[in-house]
T-cell receptor, first 111, second 114 residues
Framework: DAKTTQPNSMESNEEEPVHLPCNHS???????IHWYRQLPSQGPEYVIH???SNVNNRMASLAIAEDRKSSTLILHRATLRDAAVYYC????????????FGGGTRLMVKP | DTEVTQTPKHLVMGMTNKKSLKCEQH?????MYWYKQKAKKPPELMFV???????INESVPSRFSPECPNSSLLNLHLHALQPEDSALYLC?????????????FGPGTRLTVL
């Protein structure tokens, strides 16, 4: 399975944008890039996913590099509620629907 | 309704006990999953059910026994567990096993084995 690399932790100020990077240099052409996050004492929740083009939804934006070897999750205005562990996960189209979580990035948001 | 419920929230059991964890979803999803999460670690997949049949068993010890009695319900039967099995057990569901389907997670059952 292609692997992802994320910083262990990041810090942000409340109401400022946050850019969470993910490297996936061995990504294959059919791998989707998914982001989930896990708030304290909760199960993971879906954030966003994409294949080649940048994606936006009500929670976040996903910017995918042209060579697809890296991507960035963008939270436009961090709130205290966004403090969580963010997981960048590659999912192959032919590998079923399993999620293989890496270490993730722990995002801390300061008021 | 995008909720996956899990009961109990907390469970403490001895190594000789038999207990069960329960997971329920009413989204019409046909794939359900069990994950195990140790403290400060990412979740790890244990089992996958598709249309009530076991699809994937990630080499989990037989003291963990999953069961899917119907499309809405997933159980995990526990017997003769070890203290190192103490963890958060997460249940998830998705529409199916195609890679694009979002997985919806429950809040988990925190298990302590004494």
């Amino acid at each position: 399975d292609a692997k992802t690399t994320q910083p262990n932790s990041m810090e942000s100020n409340e109401e400022e944008p946050v850019h969470l990077p993910c490297n996936h240099s061995t990504i294959s052409g059919t791998d989707y890039i998914h982001w989930y996050r896990q708030l304290p004492s909760q199960g993971p929740e879906y954030v966003i996913h994409g294949l080649t083009s940048n994606v936006n939804n009500r929670m976040a934006s996903l910017a995918i590099a042209e060579d697809r070897k890296s991507s960035t999750l963008i939270l436009h205005r961090a709130t205290l509620r966004d403090a969580a562990v963010y997981y960048c996960i590659l999912r192959a189209n032919n590998a079923g629907n399993m999620l293989t979580f890496g270490g993730g990035t722990r995002l801390m948001v300061k008021p | 309704d995008t909720e996956v419920t899990q009961t109990p929230k907390h469970l403490v059991m001895g190594m000789t006990n038999k207990k069960s964890l329960k997971c329920e979803q009413h989204m019409g999803h046909r794939a359900m999953y069990w994950y195990k999460q140790k403290a400060k670690k990412p979740p790890e997949l244990m089992f996958v059910y598709s249309y009530e049949k076991l699809s994937i068993n990630e080499s989990v010890p037989s003291r963990f026994s999953p069961e899917c009695p119907n499309s809405s319900l997933l159980n995990l039967h526990l017997h003769a567990l070890q203290p190192e099995d103490s963890a958060l057990y997460l249940c998830a569901s998705s529409q199916g096993l195609v890679a694009g389907y979002t997985q919806y997670f429950g809040p988990g059952t925190r298990l302590t084995v004494l």
